[in-house]
């Protein structure tokens, strides 16, 4: 079934230009010039009203591949009169490689990505090893990223790899929590919690002191949704 797509004229929300330009000024895309901060998959947007509404301080770009989770977000944005954040229709991979300068995000977070819970289809998750080599190559030195997920493989999975990789450093003193004083909850994570299942955190930080020439840039393999390109500028 193909759901209809949803013509989205918030002025909050950005189509990307259709010839992309590594380093092309996302930035300039928010009244104030600020720290830029991304989210992967927005989903309806209430994490990126909450946290934006906090910290006013930082720009927010909020993304997601899904039309109707990007209206949403646009919605709740307005309602929240925000003007540091900003909905763009991308897919993570794609928005990074091709629009993002090396060191231009003060921080990244991820919040209940697709778990794939398939064995089969677990080389479709979001955040494997590659992925988290290419966010270390956006992130500025000392720049957060946040991980969290209902999905407890999917957390062990992640919280195994990023001590094994070079230019990550723990935030926290656990590979992984269940609980982050003061951290928004998003809608997946709600239902998550009332459900009963715990929700499990990751925080990182990309070693301030790890040499720029040290990060190879990304060499993101095709992979799962990345010919979503295609319909992008429907
Ligand atoms: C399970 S939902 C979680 C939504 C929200 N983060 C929350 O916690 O309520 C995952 C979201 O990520 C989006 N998504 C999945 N893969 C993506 C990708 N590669 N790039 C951008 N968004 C993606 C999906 O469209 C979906 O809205």
């Given amino acids: 079934?193909?759901?209809?797509?949803?013509?989205?004229?918030?002025?909050?929300?950005?189509?990307?230009?259709?010839?992309?330009?590594?380093?092309?000024?996302?930035a300039a895309l928010f009244p104030e010039k600020q720290p830029l901060v991304l989210e992967i998959g927005c989903g309806i947007g209430d994490f990126i009203v909450q946290l934006a509404a906090r910290r006013p301080e930082l720009n927010f770009l909020a993304i997601d591949i899904y039309n109707k989770g990007c209206f949403k977000?646009?919605?709740?944005?307005?309602?929240?009169?925000?003007?540091n954040v900003r909905v763009l229709r991308a897919e993570a991979r794609y928005l990074l490689t091709h629009y993002l300068a090396p060191e231009s995000l003060a921080a990244i977070y991820i919040n209940c990505p697709d778990p794939w819970p398939k064995k089969?289809?677990?080389?479709?998750?979001?955040?494997?090893?590659?992925f988290l080599q290419t966010a270390l190559y956006y992130l500025r030195p000392g720049g957060d990223f946040y991980f969290s997920t209902d999905f407890q493989d999917y957390a062990e999975d992640v919280a195994a790899l990023l001590p094994e990789m070079a230019g990550y450093v723990n935030v926290l003193d656990r590979p992984l929590v269940t609980e982050l004083p003061g951290y928004p909850l998003s809608?997946?994570?709600?239902r998550f919690l009332q459900q009963g299942q715990p929700i499990h955190f990751i925080h990182y930080r990309r070693n301030?002191?790890?040499?720029?020439?040290?990060?190879?840039?990304?060499?993101?393999d095709p992979g799962f949704r990345l010919n979503w390109r295609r319909v992008e500028h429907v």
């Avoid at 193909?2 to 996302?26: H, K, N, W």
């Fill in 120 to 130: 089969r289809h677990r080389d479709r998750r979001l955040v494997r090893r590659e």
């Fill in 73 to 83: 977000t646009c919605n709740r944005v307005e309602r929240a009169e925000l003007s």
């Fill in 1 to 26: 079934m193909t759901q209809r797509m949803i013509e989205i004229t918030s002025p909050v929300f950005f189509p990307l230009p259709r010839d992309p330009q590594p380093g092309a000024d996302l």
């Fill in 208 to 220: 301030p002191q790890l040499a720029p020439e040290t990060i190879a840039p990304p060499a993101i």
């Fill in 187 to 190: 809608k997946y994570m709600r």
